[in-house]
T-cell receptor, first 111, second 114 residues
Framework: KNQVEQSPQSLIILEGKNCTLQCNYTVSPFSNLRWYKQDTGRGPVSLTIMTFSENTKSNGRYTATLDADTKQSSLHITASQLSDSASYICVVRNTGNQFYFGTGTSLTVIP | DVKVTQSSRYLVKRTGEKVFLECVQDMDHENMFWYRQDPGLGLRLIYFSYDVKMKEKGDIPEGYSVSREKKERFSLILESASTNQTSMYLC?????????????FGPGTRLTVL
């Protein structure tokens, strides 16, 4: 069964600290994996997208990694800011043009 | 910038009413999608379209229909709204390129069915 599981479900960190969010998937055949950021009351916005051959990609303070062998991805946020408070969603696409969504990690950054 | 707009941010309807949610994108994208998002369940795909007048069922199409008469517009229709359709509805569009495709989401419509 094609699934995407994210952990932790929620996370609270102090401003300025780093954190890492996890995404494990069983989707096959794999096409790409993307991370979205969703602010409260808004639609998701793409942060990174990685294909099979890519194992790391950065977007400012956000760095995503992908291990296609173990079917795991992580999103690392460096020097967190209050504006990083949001839900982070991992989405895996198969070659059949189907998207599989994780339920997201809710991140709260406190001063 | 890509812009995906949805006709309403908040909507309140009564059980049994017919509800139209409209989505418009300005980037000439071939692909458009309708999702609903519920706490603890994440985004679930209702319908999608890869071309004008073309539609495909997603994971949870029951109780919904769609219309795509023009490339830029994708409408979601609740034929007879029910309370279990209270949810956040998100529209998205994308190019369909497998390597680089990113879905661009609208701001969402929070629908409450009483």
């Amino acid at each position: 069964k094609n699934q995407v599981e994210q952990s932790p479900q929620s996370l609270i960190i102090l401003e300025g600290k780093n954190c890492t969010l996890q995404c494990n998937y069983t989707v096959s055949p794999f096409s790409n994996l993307r991370w979205y950021k969703q602010d409260t009351g808004r639609g998701p916005v793409s942060l990174t997208i990685m294909t099979f051959s890519e194992n790391t990609k950065s977007n400012g303070r956000y760095t995503a990694t992908l291990d296609a062998d173990t079917k795991q991805s992580s999103l690392h946020i460096t020097a967190s800011q209050l504006s990083d408070s949001a839900s982070y969603i991992c989405v895996v696409r198969n070659t059949g043009n189907q998207f599989y969504f994780g339920t997201g990690t809710s991140l709260t950054v406190i001063p | 910038d890509v812009k995906v707009t949805q006709s309403s941010r908040y909507l309140v309807k009564r059980t049994g009413e017919k509800v139209f949610l409209e989505c418009v994108q300005d980037m000439d994208h071939e692909n458009m999608f309708w999702y609903r998002q519920d706490p603890g369940l994440g985004l679930r795909l209702i319908y999608f379209s890869y071309d004008v007048k073309m539609k495909e069922k997603g994971d949870i199409p029951e109780g919904y229909s769609v219309s795509r008469e023009k490339k830029e517009r994708f409408s979601l229709i609740l034929e007879s709204a029910s309370t279990n359709q209270t949810s956040m509805y998100l529209c998205a569009s994308g190019t369909g390129d497998l390597r680089t495709d990113t879905q661009y989401f609208g701001p969402g419509t929070r629908l409450t069915v009483l």
